[in-house]
């Protein structure tokens, strides 16, 4: 099956990456993600250490396969990058600014640096920091994001990396997506709103079937956000989420001095602590309108990569 150079690089089959999802768990998904040849990921916003640890061990007893633990500067938890350092996963992979002292960090200890960008100026500054990998994140995101879109930050980026792989995020769902990241000469895609409507990923079902009902046009920038989210622990550091509407995303959007920070931000925690918070901002990209089923997340990475096959030998319409 289609393999590129990043895939010997990260020790994994297929070049599909299954995104990080801050603070919900998801050793499930990036356990049946890992078996299927792909690259799981997990995230670490919002639990304590205790809690990370087991996630690590869990995954570790579930898979023998390599996979990614994310950090992002939403805040940064010093604790807990610490901690990864010292688990020593096969990938750390980061998020909202490029930590030049902490991708030192890794590779003292012998860990690959995946490093997520959303415009030209952060993938010049990760490329000279040393990241292993740049995900070129078009702002069709789900999750935190930029502005720029996909097909033409790839591109850019692919032309600024030289030998560095690049893989393409942002509105990528199907092997049509993969095709087209390839083309624009990324190594594979790191998919997030696709692996969230999965069968193994631990989310509410509402959240689930709402991603599938979804248009693109549903999935909406939360300005405002800031009012209730962690604040940026580094400089440099951007994005602004892209979610499905609700009432509570609306008002954010259109009206948000009629929240109530000190109110709002601990209930939206509380909620995320629970395992939910998607009945108030529930992350989803543009790519939620190529999301028809819920479907095994194995099944998913060998579909997107037979289909692209397919598209790419001309056998697909
Ligand atoms: C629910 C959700 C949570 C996310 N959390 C993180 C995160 O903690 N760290 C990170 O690097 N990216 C995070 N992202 C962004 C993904 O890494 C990825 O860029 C994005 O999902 C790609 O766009 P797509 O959703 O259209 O596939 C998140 C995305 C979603 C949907």
């Not at 030049?100 to 012998?110: C, F, K, N, P």
């Not at 952060?122 to 740049?134: F, I, K, N, P, T």
């Not at 502005?147 to 990528?172: K, N, R």
Request: some cysteine; hydrophobic content about 45%.
């Amino acid at each position: 099956m289609l393999r590129t150079p990043v895939c010997e690089l990260l020790g994994i089959e297929l070049p599909v990456v299954c995104a990080p999802f801050g603070p919900w768990n998801e050793v499930p998904l990036a356990v049946a993600v890992c078996e299927a040849g792909g690259l799981g990921s997990l995230g670490t916003a919002a639990r304590d250490l205790a809690r990370l640890r087991d996630e690590w061990a869990e995954m570790r007893r579930l898979t023998s396969r390599p996979f990614a633990v994310n950090h992002t500067t939403r805040p940064l938890d010093e604790d807990a990058f610490q901690a990864t350092i010292e688990d020593r996963p096969r990938v750390i992979s980061f998020h909202l600014a490029v930590p030049r002292d902490l991708i030192s960090r890794a590779h003292d200890a012998g860990i690959l640096w995946i490093q997520q960008v959303m415009d030209a100026r952060q993938a010049a500054e990760a490329l000279d920091a040393g990241a292993d990998v740049l995900i070129a994140q078009g702002g069709e995101a789900g999750g935190h994001g930029g502005e720029v879109s996909t097909l033409v930050l790839v591109p850019q980026v692919v032309d600024m990396a030289g030998d560095t792989p690049v893989l393409a995020a942002g509105g990528i769902a199907d092997g049509r997506g993969l095709a087209a990241a390839l083309v624009l000469g990324a190594q594979g895609v790191s998919m997030g709103t696709r692996f969230l409507a999965s069968q193994e990923m631990p989310a509410s079902d509402e959240w689930k079937e709402r991603i599938v009902a979804a248009d693109a046009v549903d999935a909406v920038k939360v300005a405002g956000s800031e009012r209730i989210l962690p604040p940026y622990s580094r400089p440099g550091s951007f994005g602004v989420p892209r979610a499905l509407r609700t009432p509570f995303v609306d008002t954010l959007r259109e009206k948000p001095e009629d929240i109530d920070p000190g109110e709002a931000g601990p209930r939206l925690m509380r909620a995320i602590h629970a395992g939910r918070g998607d009945e108030f901002m529930p992350f989803a990209g543009q790519s939620a309108a190529l999301v028809h089923d819920i479907r095994p997340a194995g099944e998913i990475v060998r579909g997107v990569v037979r289909e692209a096959e397919a598209v790419l030998a001309g056998q697909h319409r």
